[in-house]
């Protein structure tokens, strides 16, 4: 990394004013960093310091007192992508006739060569209180006494120097760094929660987490790089599906410390050099406490280039490649693990899922029934019997493990006010209300499952694996009840294959017309609907996959940008519209031709909330069989 000749001037501000006091006592005998004709100077940076902020004060040093002619050229070895360093360019610079200052973050890594051709190899001393005190009355106008320095040198020191703006006062100073909260207090691996081990509900996150462990204990023992493990992670789920939760059990089953920090409380910070320097504080924190695990929250709101307004693209692009660049630079480093976060990961900048970034996008769906027994019996410690957990699980349908710690939560709560031991019953009592799903309505909603269910089969869409109903429904639930099919994941997939799959969506919603002569609102309530999900698969083909009436390609990323194309494009959502009513029909068809099936489905599922795929299986061949 070079700086020689900036085209533009550097304005002296606070940071760069005392980072030149740190190199011109550095420097010593040898004088002025701008001055220096012949001699070559190594300076070593404090540990942890910001390596292009010291760059930027050289160049500024130079530019403000030399001519262009007689400026030394200030540099920093090249890193490759793995980390290395490359001293090349710089020991091509050694043999010309003017002044040579190099900057490395640690003597071990200077090249023989580089050390004995220099004429004094040198630290730079951490910032310190009279550096400090100068560089703000320098450029402030402000002054600080000697205790009100050091104070401001307890904070983190790259969001310090961003807070000092001209026209605040030192309480302001402090004030707007506080707020920041970058990270917690805790200084090592915290191990008063649950361990990842203890958790249910992760699934395929789960063992990314155990595995990393494993690595994480064979690289302490020497038996592998850190380059070998994969440290990077994006989780996306639906809100309160305890992304935090895992993050934090994931430090602990690794033994890591726990930096988290969220991109609302970088962008709290003010203007974009507060937000960046917030930003870099993050990782430096992470850094400074490896091996750690630094969780980035409401990774989304960092946005995706490809996305943004004219009117705010140079800022938005700017925050997106400096996290970029503090990513990257978090790789190079041994014992840094980063796990971002997102309700929303189609709004998130390709670049970031990138190998050796966040390499790996898990998701993580609402928990099953079992999973469900699971994290309330973390969350109660074992004090419930297993028949109790089957019986909490199965009335929670729909709730996400947060909205479980809070049933849990509640029930505690009432207990001791109650004074009584928490129970099955109590912990019943403290679910939000529910409706019972009773009457006409549970035979509705049990003709519709039937319906997907009939469909799915018929189609030969997989393996039915259940179909039920839930016995009442709470405002949490987004669904009734399901019809859940095993297929084999496919490479590609043709214009059928989608046809199918919309049919099969559509096929509870067609057997109530069948049955009833009406509809409910149940096949389209919510993103995650029937009709939605549908309406989602048709755009894209249409839009994207060259299965429309005309050959097009308009890639829309998201749900929404999705749903934004159709109302644009008027010739698209009337091809969606028709390519729906078409498997509408065809799946009414399926339900005609099978009645007796559905109708027997539809009385068992009344009858017993919930049935086998094997069940529905059976009805359908003797069926198909009588048909015959």
């Not at 890193?79 to 050694?94: C, P, Q, S, Y």
């Not at 915290?190 to 064979?218: F, I, K, N, T």
């Amino acid at each position: 990394m070079a700086f020689p000749n900036r085209p533009r001037l550097l304005e002296p501000n606070v940071e760069r004013v005392v980072y030149s006091l740190g190199i011109r006592k550095a420097l010593g005998d040898l004088g002025d960093i701008a001055y220096l004709r012949r001699p070559i100077a190594v300076l070593r940076l404090p540990k942890g310091a910001d390596e292009k902020g010291y760059l930027d004060a050289a160049a500024m040093m130079m530019l403000v007192a030399a001519p262009k002619q007689e400026q030394a050229r200030v540099l920093a070895p090249r890193r490759d992508r793995r980390g290395a360093l490359n001293f090349d360019e710089i020991m091509l610079e050694v043999a010309e006739e003017r002044g040579l200052v190099v900057l490395v973050d640690d003597a071990r890594n200077i090249p023989g060569r580089l050390r004995a051709a220099a004429d004094v190899v040198a630290d730079i001393a951490p910032v310190s209180a009279v550096d400090l005190r100068t560089a703000v009355e320098q450029v402030l106008g402000l002054s600080l006494t000697d205790r009100q320095a050091r104070r401001l040198l307890t904070l983190p020191l790259d969001v310090m120097l961003a807070a000092m703006r001209p026209g605040r006062s030192v309480k302001e100073i402090v004030n707007a760094v506080r707020a920041i909260d970058v990270v917690s207090e805790q200084s090592g691996p915290d191990q008063s929660g649950p361990r990842l081990e203890a958790l249910g509900g992760y699934g395929e996150a789960r063992r990314w987490g155990l595995d990393l462990a494993e690595d994480v204990a064979a690289w302490r023992d020497g038996q592998i790089a850190w380059t070998e493990l994969d440290a990077g992670l994006l989780l996306s789920g639906p809100p309160g599906t305890g992304k935090t939760l895992y993050a934090a059990a994931l430090a602990r089953s690794c033994d890591l410390s726990f930096v988290p920090t969220s991109v609302a409380q970088w962008q709290a910070t003010g203007h974009l050099g507060d937000l960046l320097a917030a930003m870099r504080a993050s990782f430096k924190m992470a850094t400074e406490r490896a091996p750690a695990l630094l969780f980035i929250d409401e990774f989304d709101s960092i946005g995706d280039r490809a996305r943004f307004s004219a009117d705010h693209a140079s800022y938005s692009t700017q925050v997106v490649n400096g996290l970029l660049e503090c990513i990257d630079g978090s790789s190079r480093r041994e014992g840094v693990v980063v796990v971002g976060a997102t309700n929303n990961p189609d709004a998130i900048d390709p670049a970031f899922l990138r190998q050796g970034r966040l390499g790996r996008h898990i998701r993580i769906p609402l928990p099953a029934m079992e999973d469900r027994a699971t994290i309330a019996d973390t969350y109660l410690n074992g004090a419930l019997s297993a028949k109790d957990l089957r019986e909490f699980a199965a009335a929670t349908e729909g709730m996400s493990g947060a909205d479980i710690e809070g049933v849990v939560k509640e029930a505690r709560r009432r207990a001791r006010r109650s004074m009584v031991r928490l129970d099955g019953r109590l912990l019943q009592a403290s679910l939000p209300p529910a409706l019972p799903l009773v009457g006409h309505e549970r035979w509705i909603v049990s003709v519709h499952e039937a319906g997907h269910a009939v469909v799915g089969l018929a189609l030969e869409l997989g393996e039915l694996q259940s179909v039920g109903i839930v016995p009442e429904v709470r405002a949490t639930q987004t669904s009734a009840g399901g019809a859940h099919f095993q297929s084999v994941p496919k490479i590609v997939r043709s214009r059928q294959s989608y046809l199918d799959e919309i049919c099969l969506r559509l096929g509870g919603i067609a057997a109530e017309r069948v049955f009833t002569g009406s509809v409910t609102d149940g096949a389209g309530a919510g993103v995650a609907s029937d009709i939605a999900v549908a309406s989602d698969m048709a755009t894209r083909m249409v839009s994207e996959f060259g299965m429309g009436g005309m050959l097009r390609h308009l890639h829309a990323p998201g749900f929404e940008e999705r749903r934004q194309l159709r109302i644009q494009h008027r010739e698209i959502e009337m091809e969606v519209a028709s390519l729906l009513s078409e498997q509408l029909e065809r799946a009414e068809v399926i339900i005609r031709e099978r009645m007796t099936v559905v109708d027997a489905v539809a009385r068992l599922i009344v009858q017993e909330g919930a049935l086998p795929g094997t069940v529905v299986a059976r009805l359908m061949s003797a069926g198909e069989g009588e048909a015959k």
